[in-house]
Nanobody
Framework: QVQLVESGGGLVQAGGSLRLSCAAS????????MRWYRQAPEKQRELVAT???????NYADSVKGRFTISRDNAKKTVYLQIDSLKPEDTAVYYC????????????????WGQGTQVTVSS
């Protein structure tokens, strides 16, 4: 019913920047919090950044000051601006969103994107 499609990953040198995007489509009445996670090889998936429907954001300590999450509610899209990239930022980045399908829906459903690879070379 809902798809989240990420884009913007790639191979960059340390110190570089990337902007990830995640667009939601489908049966959507409202999108609640949107989040970016990442998973490095042989590591657990970790929460990187969260933004609420009214724009309040917070970040993992490891990315504060370098990552910026934003959203465009009209476009149903969340962004992650990544600056001063480090090799340890190498991971698959996933977006996540809590979706209310209809105005009368009582349950918020969690959706995930397919992930986009970010590789940082030293």
């Amino acid at each position: 019913q809902v798809q989240l499609v990420e884009s913007g990953g790639g191979l960059v040198q340390a110190g570089g920047s990337l902007r990830l995007s995640c667009a939601a489509s489908g049966t959507i009445f409202r999108i609640n919090a949107m989040r970016w996670y990442r998973q490095a090889p042989e590591k657990q998936r970790e929460l990187v950044a969260t933004i609420t429907s009214n724009g309040y954001s917070n970040y993992a300590d490891s990315v504060k000051g370098r990552f910026t999450i934003s959203r465009d509610n009209a476009k149903k899209t969340v962004y992650l601006q990544i600056d001063s990239l480090k090799p340890e930022d190498t991971a698959v980045y996933y977006c996540n969103a809590g979706i209310l399908h209809r105005s009368f829906s009582t349950q918020v459903v969690d959706y995930w994107g397919q992930g986009t690879q970010v590789t940082v070379s030293s």
